[in-house]
């Protein structure tokens, strides 16, 4: 069962296809791994799937749902939730406050809730406060819940925004390089936590990744782009050993980085 199916998906900017006819899947519980050079329309992927970018073509489905068309918002609540290539985080909010943003950016209370802070606004919001803690909790950032993120190092502010997008409850968790920037020991951690994240709570992951590392070590399944459109698709060891992609995405000289 596919949890997160994009079907022939296009879109061109001022006469530039910059996603052509391009399909892929995420099954449940599966990790995948989405590559290529820059420019390569990875990230464009990604904001069609969100709902950042309208389609000119194709649809996007999860749990069989047609989803693509709807407000990013209502996107994110069917399930769908992301993190960014260049971090965004509110810096007036503390951390704690950052998550519990993510975890409620439009409430559905009552006029009344508007003008009189209601006891069912305050159970909802103890009830956020708590989760958002237990966010932060999984992602190595307990005891941060004051702090200001600009003052976070580097490598806990992604985590931050990894655990903002947790606090969505996603069915399937889209990574925008979330290792760049990254020393290589960080890089290993945030491999480790992404793993236990997926075993334990059984979420799909689908992740952009330019650290080959993270993709050869958590992906299951691999697909390649190239000026916008899909080059290959495979296994790691498939990707690994498939000349198309070597030379498309390092050069012909350069065959290492992908092992």
Same mark, same amino acid.
């Given at each position: 069962?596919?949890? *997160?199916?994009?079907? &022939?998906?296009?879109?061109?900017? /001022?006469?530039?296809?910059?996603?052509?006819?391009?399909?892929?899947?995420?099954?449940?519980?599966?990790?995948?791994?989405?590559?290529?050079?820059?420019?390569?329309?990875?990230?464009?992927?990604?904001? *069609?799937?969100?709902?950042?970018?309208?389609l000119?073509?194709? =649809?996007?489905?999860?749990?069989?749902?047609?989803?693509?068309?709807?407000?990013?918002?209502?996107?994110?609540?069917?399930?769908?939730?992301?993190?960014?290539?260049?971090?965004?985080?509110?810096?007036?909010? &503390?951390?704690?406050? &950052?998550?519990?943003?993510?975890?409620?950016?439009?409430?559905?209370? /009552?006029?009344?809730?508007?003008?009189?802070y209601?006891?069912?606004k305050?159970?909802?919001?103890?009830?956020i406060?708590?989760?958002?803690?237990?966010?932060?909790?999984?992602?190595?950032?307990?005891?941060?819940?004051?702090?200001?993120?600009?003052?976070?190092?580097? /490598?806990?502010?992604?985590?931050?925004?990894?655990?903002?997008?947790?606090?969505?409850?996603?069915?399937?968790?889209?990574?925008? =390089?979330?290792a760049?920037?990254?020393?290589?020991?960080?890089?290993?951690?945030?491999?480790?936590?992404?793993?236990? *994240?997926?075993?334990?709570?059984?979420l799909?992951?689908?992740v952009? =990744?330019?650290?080959? =590392?993270?993709?050869?070590?958590?992906?299951?399944?691999i697909?390649?782009?190239?000026?916008?459109?899909?080059?290959?698709?495979?296994?790691?060891?498939?990707?690994?050993? &498939?000349?198309?992609?070597?030379?498309?995405?390092?050069?012909?000289?350069?065959?290492?980085?992908?092992?």
């Amino acid at each position: 069962m596919s949890h *997160l199916q994009a079907k &022939n998906l296009s879109i061109a900017f /001022g006469g530039v296809q910059a996603i052509d006819d391009v399909s892929f899947s995420v099954g449940d519980r599966q990790i995948v791994g989405i590559i290529g050079p820059n420019g390569a329309g990875k990230t464009t992927a990604f904001n *069609l799937l969100t709902g950042v970018y309208a389609l000119d073509q194709g =649809e996007v489905l999860l749990d069989d749902e047609v989803i693509s068309g709807l407000p990013q918002y209502q996107i994110t609540r069917k399930g769908l939730a992301r993190t960014f290539q260049n971090i965004r985080l509110f810096k007036g909010l &503390n951390v704690l406050e &950052n998550v519990m943003t993510a975890a409620d950016p439009y409430s559905s209370y /009552g006029l009344a809730d508007v003008f009189f802070y209601s006891g069912r606004k305050r159970k909802r919001e103890a009830e956020i406060r708590e989760m958002s803690r237990q966010c932060l909790e999984l992602v190595g950032l307990a005891g941060f819940e004051q702090e200001k993120p600009e003052n976070l190092p580097y /490598g806990q502010q992604r985590k931050l925004e990894l655990a903002r997008a947790l606090a969505c409850k996603p069915k399937v968790l889209l990574l925008d =390089e979330p290792a760049a920037g990254l020393n290589p020991s960080e890089v290993r951690d945030f491999i480790r936590l992404i793993q236990k *994240l997926h075993d334990q709570f059984s979420l799909s992951v689908l992740v952009i =990744e330019h650290r080959m =590392e993270v993709i050869m070590t958590l992906c299951s399944n691999i697909y390649v782009l190239n000026f916008g459109k899909l080059l290959a698709q495979g296994t790691p060891p498939e990707i690994q050993n &498939n000349r198309e992609v070597t030379e498309a995405y390092i050069g012909e000289e350069d065959e290492a980085c992908l092992l």
